[in-house]
């Protein structure tokens, strides 16, 4: 059954699949932060175990390629890090890898804004911004979070 699967399971296919994978569970996050469903998917570790499972496939394709060396010109500087991204297997693992840390934040943006009671416009706000930008919407979840809990906090 599995060697039936294995054509299928192409980078483009794999990209794709999780890409627009991911869209029903920022949706969740957004729509309905509380539900049973969105704790289930989304807070627990089955989403990211998905993902995982992606990148230690497309992973263990590079190990079988043999260029898993090839991954060490991203230390050689920004021509490195172009040079890697070149090749697709590589440029999918990161993405894979920025799918599943993104979603972990969006998560606990969800569950933190619940804590200080943060109303549904800006938690919606910062939500979209760390789906497209990452780090930039955590940054401004940050902010938010400052105003509303009267407090900074580094370590949370």
């Given at each position: 059954?599995?060697?039936?699967?294995?054509?299928?399971?192409?980078?483009?296919?794999?990209?794709?699949?999780?890409?627009?994978?991911?869209?029903?569970?920022?949706l969740?996050?957004?729509?309905?932060?509380?539900?049973?469903?969105t704790n289930f998917?989304?807070?627990?570790?089955?989403?990211p175990?998905?993902?995982?499972?992606?990148?230690?496939f497309?992973?263990y394709?590079i190990?079988?390629?043999?260029?898993i060396?090839d991954?060490?010109?991203?230390y050689?500087g920004?021509?490195?890090?172009?040079?890697?991204?070149?090749?697709e297997?590589f440029?999918?693992v990161?993405?894979?890898?920025?799918?599943?840390?993104?979603?972990?934040?969006?998560?606990?943006?969800?569950?933190?804004?619940?804590?200080?009671?943060?109303?549904?416009?800006f938690?919606?706000?910062?939500?979209?911004?760390?789906?497209?930008t990452?780090?930039?919407?955590?940054?401004?979840?940050?902010?938010i979070?400052?105003f509303?809990?009267?407090?900074?906090?580094?370590?949370?």
């Open positions: 059954m599995i060697n039936n699967l294995l054509p299928l399971l192409t980078y483009e296919n794999i990209y794709l699949l999780t890409n627009w994978g991911v869209v029903p569970f920022w969740m996050l957004i729509i309905i932060p509380n539900h049973t469903l998917f989304v807070q627990s570790i089955i989403l175990l998905l993902l995982a499972a992606a990148y230690t497309v992973a394709s190990y079988m390629e043999g260029n060396f991954g060490f010109e991203l050689k920004i021509d490195g890090l172009y040079s890697m991204f070149s090749d297997a440029l999918l990161f993405w894979l890898h920025f799918l599943a840390i993104s979603l972990f934040v969006g998560a606990w943006i969800a569950r933190d804004s619940q804590k200080y009671i943060i109303p549904k416009f938690v919606i706000f910062s939500l979209t911004l760390t789906y497209f990452g780090p930039f919407g955590l940054t401004i979840y940050w902010l979070r400052i509303f809990s009267k407090k900074i906090n580094f370590n949370d």
